[in-house]
Protein backbone atom coordinates (compact mmCIF):
# COMPACT_ATOMS: atom_id res chain seq x y z
CA UNK A 1 0.00 0.00 0.00
CA UNK A 2 1.70 3.09 -0.93
CA UNK A 3 0.89 6.66 0.73
CA UNK A 4 -1.76 7.76 -1.21
CA UNK A 5 -3.53 4.24 -0.27
CA UNK A 6 -3.17 3.96 3.51
CA UNK A 7 -4.65 7.83 3.81
CA UNK A 8 -7.88 6.30 1.89
CA UNK A 9 -8.15 3.08 3.69
CA UNK A 10 -8.15 4.89 7.16
CA UNK A 11 -10.41 7.66 5.98
CA UNK A 12 -12.86 4.91 4.74
CA UNK A 13 -12.54 3.31 7.92
CA UNK A 14 -12.73 6.32 10.20
CA UNK A 15 -15.78 7.24 8.34
CA UNK A 16 -17.65 4.33 7.91
CA UNK A 17 -17.84 4.69 4.33
CA UNK A 18 -19.71 1.72 2.85
CA UNK A 19 -18.62 1.66 -0.61
CA UNK A 20 -16.83 -0.97 -1.95
CA UNK A 21 -13.03 0.25 -3.15
CA UNK A 22 -9.70 -1.55 -4.83
CA UNK A 23 -6.30 -0.44 -4.94
CA UNK A 24 -3.89 -0.61 -8.12
CA UNK A 25 -7.47 -1.47 -9.78
CA UNK A 26 -6.89 -2.21 -13.95
CA UNK A 27 -9.22 -0.40 -15.74
CA UNK A 28 -9.28 -1.96 -18.97
CA UNK A 29 -12.64 -3.37 -18.75
CA UNK A 30 -13.80 0.04 -17.61
CA UNK A 31 -13.08 1.30 -21.46
CA UNK A 32 -14.61 0.51 -24.10
CA UNK A 33 -11.15 0.20 -25.75
CA UNK A 34 -10.61 -2.78 -24.39
CA UNK A 35 -7.20 -1.61 -22.71
CA UNK A 36 -6.01 0.59 -20.11
CA UNK A 37 -4.12 1.14 -16.98
CA UNK A 38 -4.58 1.06 -13.29
CA UNK A 39 -6.74 3.32 -10.68
CA UNK A 40 -4.72 3.88 -8.15
CA UNK A 41 -7.55 3.92 -5.80
CA UNK A 42 -10.98 2.48 -7.69
CA UNK A 43 -14.23 3.41 -5.69
CA UNK A 44 -18.02 2.74 -6.38
CA UNK A 45 -19.55 4.80 -3.63
CA UNK A 46 -23.09 3.38 -2.11
CA UNK A 47 -24.91 6.74 -1.82
CA UNK A 48 -24.62 10.21 -1.58
CA UNK A 49 -23.45 10.31 2.33
CA UNK A 50 -20.54 7.99 1.18
CA UNK A 51 -19.55 10.81 -1.27
CA UNK A 52 -19.71 13.48 0.60
CA UNK A 53 -18.19 11.89 3.22
CA UNK A 54 -14.56 11.37 1.04
CA UNK A 55 -14.51 14.41 -0.55
CA UNK A 56 -15.17 16.20 2.02
CA UNK A 57 -12.46 14.79 4.31
CA UNK A 58 -10.32 13.52 1.02
CA UNK A 59 -6.37 15.61 1.30
CA UNK A 60 -6.99 18.24 -1.36
CA UNK A 61 -3.97 16.73 -2.82
CA UNK A 62 -6.07 13.71 -3.85
CA UNK A 63 -6.67 13.40 -7.34
CA UNK A 64 -10.53 12.76 -8.05
CA UNK A 65 -11.66 11.59 -11.70
CA UNK A 66 -14.93 10.41 -12.53
CA UNK A 67 -15.78 7.27 -14.89
CA UNK A 68 -19.11 6.54 -16.30
CA UNK A 69 -19.31 3.62 -19.33
CA UNK A 70 -16.37 4.27 -20.27
CA UNK A 71 -17.54 4.63 -24.01
CA UNK A 72 -15.48 8.16 -24.54
CA UNK A 73 -12.42 7.51 -23.10
CA UNK A 74 -9.06 6.34 -23.66
CA UNK A 75 -7.00 5.31 -20.36
CA UNK A 76 -3.57 5.38 -20.53
CA UNK A 77 -1.35 2.98 -19.40
CA UNK A 78 0.62 4.55 -16.45
CA UNK A 79 -2.94 4.67 -15.38
CA UNK A 80 -5.02 7.13 -12.70
CA UNK A 81 -3.84 8.52 -9.63
CA UNK A 82 -5.76 9.29 -7.10
CA UNK A 83 -9.35 7.83 -7.04
CA UNK A 84 -10.96 7.13 -9.60
CA UNK A 85 -15.19 6.98 -8.81
CA UNK A 86 -17.41 5.14 -10.67
CA UNK A 87 -21.66 5.41 -9.74
CA UNK A 88 -23.00 1.94 -9.30
CA UNK A 89 -26.47 0.50 -9.30
CA UNK A 90 -28.00 2.68 -6.53
CA UNK A 91 -27.20 5.82 -8.10
CA UNK A 92 -29.70 4.21 -12.03
CA UNK A 93 -33.26 4.85 -10.70
CA UNK A 94 -35.33 6.63 -13.17
CA UNK A 95 -38.73 8.44 -11.26
CA UNK A 96 -41.46 9.64 -13.16
CA UNK A 97 -42.45 12.84 -11.18
CA UNK A 98 -45.01 14.01 -13.35
CA UNK A 99 -44.05 17.59 -14.88
CA UNK A 100 -40.46 15.90 -15.12
CA UNK A 101 -38.41 13.09 -15.02
CA UNK A 102 -35.84 12.25 -12.13
CA UNK A 103 -32.75 9.83 -13.14
CA UNK A 104 -29.77 8.89 -11.61
CA UNK A 105 -26.39 9.73 -13.67
CA UNK A 106 -25.42 5.97 -13.46
CA UNK A 107 -28.15 5.16 -15.81
CA UNK A 108 -27.50 3.81 -19.51
CA UNK A 109 -28.97 6.10 -21.91
CA UNK A 110 -30.19 3.02 -23.93
CA UNK A 111 -32.22 2.09 -20.79
CA UNK A 112 -33.80 5.62 -20.42
CA UNK A 113 -34.78 5.66 -23.93
CA UNK A 114 -36.50 2.17 -23.23
CA UNK A 115 -37.99 3.53 -20.36
CA UNK A 116 -39.33 7.01 -22.08
CA UNK A 117 -40.63 4.52 -25.23
CA UNK A 118 -42.96 2.62 -22.29
CA UNK A 119 -44.33 5.97 -20.78
CA UNK A 120 -44.34 7.42 -24.08
CA UNK A 121 -41.97 10.87 -23.43
CA UNK A 122 -40.67 11.65 -26.34
CA UNK A 123 -37.27 13.69 -27.12
CA UNK A 124 -35.10 10.74 -25.83
CA UNK A 125 -35.06 9.07 -28.79
CA UNK A 126 -31.52 9.91 -30.02
CA UNK A 127 -30.45 8.48 -26.68
CA UNK A 128 -30.85 4.46 -27.74
CA UNK A 129 -27.79 5.29 -29.85
CA UNK A 130 -25.28 6.77 -27.07
CA UNK A 131 -23.61 4.02 -24.81
CA UNK A 132 -23.16 5.75 -22.30
CA UNK A 133 -24.46 6.90 -18.82
CA UNK A 134 -26.20 9.82 -18.29
CA UNK A 135 -23.60 11.56 -16.23
CA UNK A 136 -21.53 10.99 -19.55
CA UNK A 137 -24.89 12.64 -21.55
CA UNK A 138 -24.28 15.64 -19.66
CA UNK A 139 -21.17 15.85 -19.35
CA UNK A 140 -20.20 15.50 -22.79
CA UNK A 141 -23.78 17.09 -24.32
CA UNK A 142 -24.04 14.15 -25.97
CA UNK A 143 -26.09 13.35 -28.95
CA UNK A 144 -26.47 12.57 -32.51
CA UNK A 145 -28.91 12.53 -35.98
CA UNK A 146 -29.51 16.86 -34.78
CA UNK A 147 -30.67 16.04 -30.88
CA UNK A 148 -28.37 16.58 -28.01
CA UNK A 149 -28.67 16.04 -24.09
CA UNK A 150 -28.87 19.74 -23.77
CA UNK A 151 -32.40 20.10 -25.49
CA UNK A 152 -33.97 17.75 -22.80
CA UNK A 153 -31.85 18.75 -20.12
CA UNK A 154 -33.49 20.70 -17.39
CA UNK A 155 -31.34 20.56 -14.54
CA UNK A 156 -28.56 18.94 -12.09
CA UNK A 157 -28.18 17.64 -8.59
CA UNK A 158 -23.70 18.14 -8.06
CA UNK A 159 -21.11 17.59 -5.49
CA UNK A 160 -18.04 19.28 -5.61
CA UNK A 161 -14.87 17.83 -5.05
CA UNK A 162 -14.78 19.64 -1.84
CA UNK A 163 -18.11 17.61 -1.00
CA UNK A 164 -20.59 20.82 -1.32
CA UNK A 165 -23.82 20.07 -2.78
CA UNK A 166 -24.99 21.86 -5.73
CA UNK A 167 -27.42 22.46 -8.61
CA UNK A 168 -26.44 23.42 -12.38
CA UNK A 169 -29.55 24.46 -14.11
CA UNK A 170 -30.09 24.77 -17.87
CA UNK A 171 -28.74 27.96 -19.15
CA UNK A 172 -27.54 29.77 -22.74
CA UNK A 173 -23.86 29.20 -22.47
CA UNK A 174 -23.67 25.68 -20.28
CA UNK A 175 -23.65 23.24 -23.28
CA UNK A 176 -21.75 23.54 -26.33
CA UNK A 177 -20.95 21.36 -29.18
CA UNK A 178 -20.05 17.64 -27.12
CA UNK A 179 -19.00 19.76 -24.01
CA UNK A 180 -20.35 21.03 -20.91
CA UNK A 181 -18.77 24.04 -19.95
CA UNK A 182 -20.09 24.05 -16.02
CA UNK A 183 -19.11 20.54 -15.23
CA UNK A 184 -15.24 21.08 -14.13
CA UNK A 185 -14.54 19.57 -10.32
CA UNK A 186 -18.34 18.62 -10.22
CA UNK A 187 -19.55 15.12 -10.46
CA UNK A 188 -23.14 14.72 -10.86
CA UNK A 189 -25.28 12.49 -9.41
CA UNK A 190 -29.41 12.99 -10.24
CA UNK A 191 -30.41 14.56 -13.44
CA UNK A 192 -33.59 16.66 -14.04
CA UNK A 193 -35.28 16.18 -17.84
CA UNK A 194 -37.94 17.85 -19.26
CA UNK A 195 -41.02 15.67 -20.17
CA UNK A 196 -43.06 16.18 -23.41
CA UNK A 197 -46.23 13.50 -23.82
CA UNK A 198 -45.76 11.89 -27.86
CA UNK A 199 -47.38 8.99 -29.28
CA UNK A 200 -45.64 5.54 -28.62
CA UNK A 201 -45.69 4.45 -32.10
CA UNK A 202 -44.31 7.94 -33.27
CA UNK A 203 -41.28 7.29 -31.02
CA UNK A 204 -40.96 3.70 -31.45
CA UNK A 205 -40.40 4.74 -35.31
CA UNK A 206 -38.01 7.26 -34.37
CA UNK A 207 -35.91 4.96 -32.33
CA UNK A 208 -35.98 2.38 -35.29
CA UNK A 209 -34.79 4.66 -37.69
CA UNK A 210 -31.75 5.98 -35.44
CA UNK A 211 -31.05 1.81 -34.58
CA UNK A 212 -30.77 1.18 -38.69
CA UNK A 213 -28.88 3.91 -39.45
CA UNK A 214 -26.39 3.45 -36.92
CA UNK A 215 -26.16 -0.39 -38.23
CA UNK A 216 -25.20 1.09 -41.42
CA UNK A 217 -22.96 3.51 -40.51
CA UNK A 218 -20.94 2.44 -37.38
CA UNK A 219 -19.38 -0.22 -36.60
CA UNK A 220 -20.79 -3.32 -34.49
CA UNK A 221 -19.02 -5.04 -31.37
CA UNK A 222 -15.92 -3.56 -31.82
CA UNK A 223 -13.90 -1.51 -29.46
CA UNK A 224 -13.75 2.16 -30.40
CA UNK A 225 -15.08 5.19 -28.49
CA UNK A 226 -17.28 6.69 -31.04
CA UNK A 227 -16.09 9.33 -32.77
CA UNK A 228 -12.30 10.38 -31.87
CA UNK A 229 -12.55 13.74 -33.26
CA UNK A 230 -15.07 16.65 -33.37
CA UNK A 231 -16.58 18.18 -35.82
CA UNK A 232 -14.31 21.85 -36.87
CA UNK A 233 -17.21 23.51 -37.18
CA UNK A 234 -15.29 26.66 -36.65
CA UNK A 235 -13.02 25.97 -39.27
CA UNK A 236 -14.79 24.41 -42.08
CA UNK A 237 -18.21 22.95 -42.98
CA UNK A 238 -16.55 19.60 -43.84
CA UNK A 239 -16.60 16.07 -41.00
CA UNK A 240 -14.03 15.34 -39.53
CA UNK A 241 -14.65 11.62 -41.05
CA UNK A 242 -14.26 13.21 -44.56
CA UNK A 243 -11.23 14.88 -43.89
CA UNK A 244 -9.73 11.87 -42.30
CA UNK A 245 -10.80 10.53 -45.59
CA UNK A 246 -9.15 13.56 -47.94
CA UNK A 247 -6.03 13.13 -46.26
CA UNK A 248 -5.90 9.38 -46.54
CA UNK A 249 -5.51 8.66 -43.13
CA UNK A 250 -8.43 6.62 -43.16
CA UNK A 251 -6.32 3.74 -44.02
CA UNK A 252 -3.87 4.23 -41.67
CA UNK A 253 -2.76 1.40 -39.11
CA UNK A 254 -0.72 0.51 -37.12
CA UNK A 255 -0.11 -1.67 -33.65
CA UNK A 256 -3.53 -3.35 -34.44
CA UNK A 257 -5.26 -0.05 -34.53
CA UNK A 258 -7.02 1.29 -37.54
CA UNK A 259 -10.03 3.80 -38.97
CA UNK A 260 -13.27 1.50 -39.04
CA UNK A 261 -14.44 0.39 -42.47
CA UNK A 262 -17.92 1.95 -41.74
CA UNK A 263 -16.97 4.89 -40.15
CA UNK A 264 -13.47 6.91 -41.29
CA UNK A 265 -13.83 8.35 -37.62
CA UNK A 266 -14.01 5.75 -35.59
CA UNK A 267 -10.77 4.17 -34.35
CA UNK A 268 -10.68 0.72 -33.59
CA UNK A 269 -8.64 -1.14 -31.29
CA UNK A 270 -7.74 -4.85 -32.09
CA UNK A 271 -4.49 -5.86 -30.14
CA UNK A 272 -4.87 -5.34 -27.04
CA UNK A 273 -0.90 -4.00 -26.15
CA UNK A 274 -1.25 -0.39 -25.04
CA UNK A 275 -3.72 2.50 -24.51
CA UNK A 276 -1.04 4.96 -25.32
CA UNK A 277 -0.94 3.25 -29.12
CA UNK A 278 -4.27 4.60 -29.36
CA UNK A 279 -3.22 8.24 -28.61
CA UNK A 280 0.05 8.28 -30.61
CA UNK A 281 -2.12 7.13 -33.68
CA UNK A 282 -4.86 9.56 -32.95
CA UNK A 283 -1.69 12.48 -32.43
CA UNK A 284 -0.41 11.18 -35.92
CA UNK A 285 -3.37 11.68 -37.76
CA UNK A 286 -3.94 14.75 -36.34
CA UNK A 287 -0.59 15.72 -37.59
CA UNK A 288 -1.17 14.53 -41.14
CA UNK A 289 -4.47 16.04 -41.64
CA UNK A 290 -3.01 19.01 -40.66
CA UNK A 291 -0.52 18.63 -42.75
CA UNK A 292 -2.61 17.50 -45.85
CA UNK A 293 -5.93 19.96 -45.23
CA UNK A 294 -4.57 23.06 -42.46
CA UNK A 295 -7.19 21.78 -40.65
CA UNK A 296 -6.55 21.16 -36.68
CA UNK A 297 -8.82 18.38 -34.96
CA UNK A 298 -9.38 18.41 -32.01
CA UNK A 299 -10.24 15.42 -29.95
CA UNK A 300 -13.82 14.32 -28.60
CA UNK A 301 -12.48 11.60 -26.84
CA UNK A 302 -11.44 12.32 -23.59
CA UNK A 303 -7.69 11.08 -22.38
CA UNK A 304 -7.26 10.43 -18.75
CA UNK A 305 -4.28 9.33 -16.86
CA UNK A 306 -0.31 9.20 -16.85
CA UNK A 307 1.72 7.68 -19.95
C1 LIG B 1 -20.08 2.79 -30.51
C2 LIG B 1 -20.14 4.17 -29.93
C3 LIG B 1 -21.02 5.09 -30.48
C4 LIG B 1 -21.09 6.39 -29.95
N1 LIG B 1 -21.97 7.28 -30.51
C5 LIG B 1 -22.08 8.51 -30.00
C6 LIG B 1 -23.01 9.46 -30.55
O1 LIG B 1 -23.75 9.17 -31.48
N2 LIG B 1 -23.08 10.69 -30.00
C7 LIG B 1 -22.29 11.05 -28.94
O2 LIG B 1 -22.41 12.19 -28.48
N3 LIG B 1 -21.40 10.19 -28.41
C8 LIG B 1 -21.28 8.93 -28.90
N4 LIG B 1 -20.37 8.06 -28.36
C9 LIG B 1 -19.48 8.51 -27.26
C10 LIG B 1 -20.02 8.25 -25.84
O3 LIG B 1 -20.91 7.16 -25.81
C11 LIG B 1 -20.69 9.49 -25.24
O4 LIG B 1 -19.80 10.57 -25.14
C12 LIG B 1 -21.25 9.18 -23.83
O5 LIG B 1 -22.07 10.25 -23.43
C13 LIG B 1 -20.16 8.96 -22.77
O6 LIG B 1 -20.77 8.46 -21.61
P1 LIG B 1 -19.98 7.51 -20.60
O7 LIG B 1 -20.88 7.22 -19.46
O8 LIG B 1 -19.42 6.35 -21.31
O9 LIG B 1 -18.83 8.50 -20.13
P2 LIG B 1 -17.26 8.20 -19.99
O10 LIG B 1 -16.71 7.83 -21.32
O11 LIG B 1 -17.01 7.27 -18.87
O12 LIG B 1 -16.74 9.65 -19.58
C14 LIG B 1 -16.80 10.72 -20.50
C15 LIG B 1 -16.64 12.04 -19.71
O13 LIG B 1 -17.80 12.22 -18.89
C16 LIG B 1 -17.40 12.46 -17.53
N5 LIG B 1 -18.44 11.89 -16.65
C17 LIG B 1 -19.02 10.68 -16.74
N6 LIG B 1 -19.95 10.53 -15.77
C18 LIG B 1 -19.93 11.68 -15.04
C19 LIG B 1 -20.64 12.13 -13.89
N7 LIG B 1 -21.57 11.38 -13.27
N8 LIG B 1 -20.36 13.37 -13.40
C20 LIG B 1 -19.43 14.15 -14.01
N9 LIG B 1 -18.72 13.78 -15.10
C21 LIG B 1 -18.97 12.56 -15.61
C22 LIG B 1 -16.06 11.75 -17.39
O14 LIG B 1 -15.31 12.29 -16.32
C23 LIG B 1 -15.44 12.01 -18.76
O15 LIG B 1 -14.84 13.29 -18.79
C24 LIG B 1 -20.27 6.76 -28.87
C25 LIG B 1 -19.38 5.82 -28.31
C26 LIG B 1 -19.33 4.54 -28.84
C27 LIG B 1 -18.39 3.54 -28.21
Same mark, same amino acid.
Given at each position: ?N?????????????????????NYNLS??S???IAGNAE??????????????????????N?T???????VIIRDGGISG?V????????????????????????????????????????????????????????????????????????????????????????????????? $?????? /??????? $?????? $?? /?????????????????????????????? $????????????????????????????????????????ISANHIED??????????????????????ILGNR
Amino acid at each position: MNNQQKIFHKLHSDLNIKGKYNFNYNLSKSSWFGIAGNAEIFFVPDDLTDLKLLLENRPKEMNITILGLGSNVIIRDGGISGVVMKLGKSFSNIVDKGEELLVGAAAHDKVLAKFCLNKSIGGFEFLFGIPGSIGGAISMNAGCYGFETKDIFKKAKCITFDGKLCELENSEHMFTYRKNN $KIDNLL /IYEVYFK $KKIKEK $KL /ILNEMTKIDEERKQSQPQKVRTAGSTFKNP $KNQTNEKAWSLIKKSNQDIFKKNGISFSREHANFIVNTQFISANHIEDFGEEVRRNVKASTGINLEWEIKILGNR
